[in-house]
């Protein structure tokens, strides 16, 4: 018996023994593991955003130019009312791209008269990310209608160039605070996307940037409401010869500045005539991969 049962314990010993040296490999396996995985670069937005050791570091020195290939992840647009002609010349107020730079546009986004002044800066792709990732989770949500009666809807677009990807946020009334329903979650969801949207604005390190494509809209329902001067169409092609299908079209700088320059006031929304078709033109700048002719019902983007 007693050499059944010291059998039996080196038996269990050794299997103890390669119980415990199978432990320490997994440990050691799953170590590397983890450290391979903290230590890894991603390109996943949602990655990024979620990741605990992701940080902004310095800007770079130049900043990355965005380009027609870059990847814009927010966009803003300061409300404009469809009743207002002035809004048909409106601008994307900022664009974030994912490579952590911001475009800003000067003032409100351009619309009333006069060409906006742009900065491009930076805030860091982390920072991107976590916008991204803040306003993509508000997807949906009631942002309440504070008893503003003359206000307009801001526009927040996630994704504002990837083809069925593209998120929008309609936010009422986007600057008001003061006048405000007893609706606490609206309240939230309005603060949140205010911070967001200010926390890009505010990108650091900026440097002027001019854009080399504009947008002209045409609209023959605002003649009245523009201003009685009509101009004489300055270009060779005609106003219905440059028109395209859905009432609008991509120009280059060369042109928009001859239209410009063609105003008295230099006008950015304005009424031509060409001897055959009068009109009213509103021209716009165009952020690096945005959509000159983007599918919409309304003056704003």
């Known amino acids: ?90 601008n994307l107020s900022m664009t974030a791209y994912r490579d952590g730079t911001v475009l800003n546009a000067s003032g409100i986004g351009g619309f009333p008269g006069g060409e906006v002044e742009l900065t491009l800066g930076w805030v860091g792709p982390c920072a991107v990310a976590s916008a991204d990732e803040h306003l993509s989770a508000l997807t949906g949500v009631d942002f309440g209608l504070p008893g503003v009666a003359d206000a307009s809807t801001a526009l927040v677009m996630v994704n504002p160039n990837t083809a069925g990807r593209r998120t929008v946020l309609q936010v009422y009334a986007f600057d008001q605070s003061d006048v405000w329903p007893e609706n606490e979650d609206a309240l939230s969801a309005r603060a949140t996307v205010q911070e967001v949207v200010r926390g890009l604005q505010a990108a650091t390190d900026r440097v002027p940037w001019t854009s080399d494509r504009f947008r002209a809209q045409w609209s023959d329902g605002f003649t009245r409401m523009v201003g009685p001067e009509v101009t004489s169409w300055p270009l060779t092609t005609s106003i219905i010869g440059l028109r395209g299908p859905n009432g609008c ?38 952020m690096p991969g945005e959509l000159a002719c983007p599918p919409r019902s309304t003056p704003w983007r």
């Open 1 to 90: 018996m007693t050499g059944v049962a010291g059998s039996t314990r080196h038996r269990w010993a050794r299997r103890a023994m390669v119980g415990a040296v199978l432990a320490v490999v997994v440990g050691l396996v799953t170590a590397a593991a983890v450290l391979k995985v903290v230590g890894r670069s991603t390109d996943s937005l949602s990655e990024l955003a979620s990741g605990a050791a992701c940080e902004d570091g310095p800007a770079p020195r130049p900043l990355p130019v965005p380009t027609a290939s870059s990847e814009a992840v927010v966009a803003f647009a300061v409300g404009a009312s469809y009743w207002n002609p002035s809004a048909l010349g409106q």
């Open 249 to 286: 079209a991509e120009l280059p700088r060369a042109t928009a500045e001859r239209l410009i320059h063609a105003q008295p006031g230099g006008e950015l929304v304005a009424q031509w005539t060409d001897g055959e078709k009068s009109t009213v033109v509103a021209l716009s700048v165009l």
